[in-house]
């Protein structure tokens, strides 16, 4: 409750600077006496009092008439520059002195009110006769149900028109300081939002200050002489009146973490729609019956907001205790106003003090919920640390099992992919199997028939890691047992297919099986999905790609591969690769491709299969800067 505390003495001594210097008595005085009005249609004048309604002394609405009262000059001798200070006329009227016209506010003739515009008029010197009686007539006309029209708010002042000059302005002063006390709230509260998104209590806090400000500014007596149109001062009094309550409303229901329930947004939606209400044009007697609606309104948001602090209190929360100050203070503050306004139409605007000791309290509250939270926050995050070490700890002992798992894998899998580098039978064959990852999924693998028969098998397992190595021992075992019951290749991945596509989703396999007949001479092979392997013979020494193509494994029930075969030569020379070779991607994202690997191929012909994989390997890792994007498999075999 500190700041609060703070906030209103530091606007204690503000008012009382301010008010300091009272109007001085020798240079103005007031007309409290003498005063005579004649209402239209009757023929004589009656005996008045200022500052009270026409309405309070039996007159009704629609009122036109004349008020008047009789000065000498000189009580004392005007020095300066004389005026009439005769505050706000419900509604319009024209003020003459000695019968000359020395202003007007609104318009009588072509009735057009502007009711809480400031009435200050000077009198010229040479018009005030001295010594004699001097007369000033007030011709008004009221046409708003509700108002007390007239000459109602305060008795009228007549003077040294500088020292009611400065009164008013002693007062604007005081307004001031109040606006920009908001102004300063909105910018605090708007800066907290903009930092911290998810304080809902900060941004309607903040619309609450800026709507307060455009419900003050049509107050200070210097609009009314800065010729802004009286329509658009009533319409921010009246919308910013009618929908800051609403705000409020909202800032306390997200303060304390509330649901909106059905009265709520009844009650809150009402108010809103009120406020735009006021943004049309409408008379003053329309704009009276909106009020009554919206006062009306305020009963329901005291009854809201009774149950709600009632639980927050029970609860000992802190933020109820501050608001409840704000809240209290604020409710004595409007029902003087409210009181006054109504019986006597005398607001004195209380309720603004009130309602800047609720934005107080609604800050203060901001800060300490953020505090609180802050404290909870830092809590949760040493607990936090400890779990988070506690789990990094697990997750360490976890990975370095996974680690030596994987290692268990990739040692396991090197050795079911044979390396092959030699010769079999009259093939002289070199291989290179690299898996990107620690396991991989291409796979590789040879059978020997008899004497005269080698077969080979190729696959390319979709992805890789641990999934695709599994896919690959299993591949491995059904290889085994098909290529000792089998020697043609079509049939051996027509069955491969059959068995994979029981346990597959979507680890779908390209495989290329092939074998070599030394004894027919012949070479034979089928496709499913593989890239086709290349075959390089002496003369010319022109590397070509094989035909086939075929459907991969594991995506229908049934296939029927295609067996291709080729008569063999000495000197022929067969490529076998997994698309790891040629899709290998440059830093510029340029790919390895099949023209740039039939050049390596042509280019290193002479050289023995062992060299010639040693040169693509070294090609492939420069052109992709040692980033293999893939598991890079390839055979290498030469016809002896």
Sequence with gaps: MKPILFGYFLLCLIASDLYSNPIDPEKVQPLNEGWEYKHEGRENFQMILPGVGLTSQGFEIPIKGVYRVRVEYPLTSPTGSQGIFLDRIQSADKVYFNDKLIGKTGEIDSYSAAWFRSRLYKIPLEWIEKGKSNTIR????????????GIFRSIPKLGDFDELKDALIQEDALQLVLIVLFLGVFLQQ???????????????????????????????????????????????FFSSQSVFPACILYFLYALFRKKTGTAAKIVMKSSLVIGSLHLFELDGTQRVLLVYAWEGILVFMAVLLIPMFYEEL???????????????????????????????????????????????????????????????L?????NLEGKVEQRTAELRRQNRILHEELEMAANLQTRLIPQLDG??????????????????????????????????????????????????????????????KLDEPSKILSELNNRMFQVLEKNFISALVCLYDLERDEFRYSIAGHPPPVLIREEPAEPEFLKGRGMILG?????????????????????????????ALSPQREIFGERRLLEVLKNNFSRNPRNLNEEILSTVKSFSSSKIPDDLTYLTVDIL
């Design 378 to 382: 830092k809590k949760l995050n040493a």
């Design 423 to 484: 010769r079999i039978h009259r093939l002289s064959v070199n291989s290179v199997y690299i898996p990107v990852d620690q396991v991989g999924g291409d796979f590789l693998d040879y059978h020997i028939l008899n004497e005269k028969k080698v077969m080979f098998i190729l696959c390319d397992v979709l992805g890789h890691g641990v999934a695709s190595a599994l896919v690959s021992s299993m591949l491995k075992v059904s290889f085994l047992e098909l290529s000792r």
């Design 138 to 149: 007030v011709e008004i006309e009221c046409r708003e149900l509700g108002f007390h029209c």
């Design 190 to 236: 708007s800066i907290s939002y903009s930092l911290n998104r998810h304080s809902r209590a900060s941004i309607f806090l903040s619309l609450s200050a800026f709507l307060f400000v455009f419900w003050r500014i049509p107050l200070l007596h210097k609009m009314h002489y800065a010729e802004v149109p009286f329509g658009l001062l009533t319409r921010s």
């Design 314 to 376: 029970r609860k000992k929360v802190m933020e109820a205790l501050i608001m409840v100050g704000g809240v209290g203070l604020l409710a004595i503050f409007a029902i003087i106003d409210v009181v006054l306004d109504n019986l006597t139409g005398k607001n004195m605007f209380l309720s603004q003090y009130g309602f800047f000791a609720l934005l107080i309290s609604g800050a203060v509250s901001i800060s300490y919920q953020n505090a609180r939270a802050h404290t909870e």
């Design 555 to 583: 995506m229908m029930k049934t296939i029927e591969p295609e067996t291709y075969t080729i008569a063999l030569k000495t000197g022929d020379r067969f490529f076998f690769y997994t698309d790891g070779v040629t899709e």
